[in-house]
Nanobody, 126 residues
Framework: VQLQASGGGLVQAGDSLRLSCAASGRTFMNDAMAWFRQAPGKEREFLAAITKASKREYYADSVKGRFTISRDNAKNTMYLQMNSVKHEDMAVYYC????????????????????WGQGTLVTVSS
């Protein structure tokens, strides 16, 4: 499985940005995909996850209400809509996939995921 994240770039605080993650290769019936981010000097942080079959969404409290995760199974692509972007959102954003059906607490852990994209950088200007 290969994951290709894209859509990062320079955005002004308060603006919106949409990230994409295209998956290719093997597919799984019950996978879940997620977005994480990592700022310089910080741990990789869970943001949101979405299951394949039911498209159930899970969010970290830090982004709930501002970020929206979605996926198009026909296109094997996941998205992260980022609204009201803040300076503290500046980080490298990674997409990830686990082929195994998982519960929320497991989905928040980076160790759950077997496949990772290369990351896309989001820079926020004042």
């Amino acid at each position: 499985v290969q994951l290709q994240a894209s859509g990062g770039g320079l955005v002004q605080a308060g603006d919106s940005l949409r990230l994409s993650c295209a998956a290719s290769g093997r597919t799984f019936m019950n996978d879940a995909m997620a977005w994480f981010r990592q700022a310089p000097g910080k741990e990789r942080e869970f943001l949101a996850a979405i299951t394949k079959a039911s498209k159930r969404e899970y969010y970290a409290d830090s982004v709930k209400g501002r970020f929206t995760i979605s996926r198009d199974n026909a296109k094997n692509t996941m998205y992260l809509q980022m609204n009201s972007v803040k300076h503290e959102d500046m980080a490298v954003y990674y997409c990830a996939l686990t082929p195994i059906r998982s519960v929320y607490m497991t989905l928040t852990r980076k160790e759950t995921y077997d496949y990772w994209g290369q990351g896309t950088l989001v820079t926020v200007s004042s």
